[in-house]
């Protein structure tokens, strides 16, 4: 459970981290902040990130807290990267093409006698 927690604080963090850059938020079609406001976004994505550290000093031995949160860190970075390509480069779903009379009647001849194409 106190991963679920770690995870979930960092992927917030990495969130505001990201929607404070003016390119995020330029590519996610974002109005534009004030360099106050960005200072003001980064400052707080840094300290969510610091939270979960906090709470990975908490719910585990001291050794073992920094690498695990390294390693939740790196799980929540990457959740935060995919969800913004996907976002900024959408799958572009395949385009029906409906084939011409010329073409289809150029098929009509190649199939052996007996079988018809619709």
Do not use: D
């Not at 991963?3 to 974002?30: D, E």
Request: proline share 4%; with cysteine.
């Amino acid at each position: 459970m106190i991963f679920f927690i770690i995870w979930f604080t960092a992927i917030i963090g990495f969130s505001v981290l990201s929607l404070g850059m003016a390119r995020h938020r330029k590519s996610l079609q974002l109005a534009a902040l004030s360099t106050k406001q960005e200072k003001k976004r980064l400052w707080l994505g840094l300290i969510i990130l610091s939270c979960s550290l906090i709470i990975a000093f908490f719910g585990f031995p001291k050794a073992e807290a920094v690498p695990i949160w390294f390693g939740i860190l790196t799980l929540s970075v990457l959740k935060v990267v995919i969800y913004l390509s996907v976002k900024l480069n959408p799958i572009k779903q395949k385009s029906t093409v409906k084939p011409n009379k010329e073409l289809k009647s150029e098929i009509n001849h190649k199939v052996p006698h007996g079988i018809t194409t619709t």
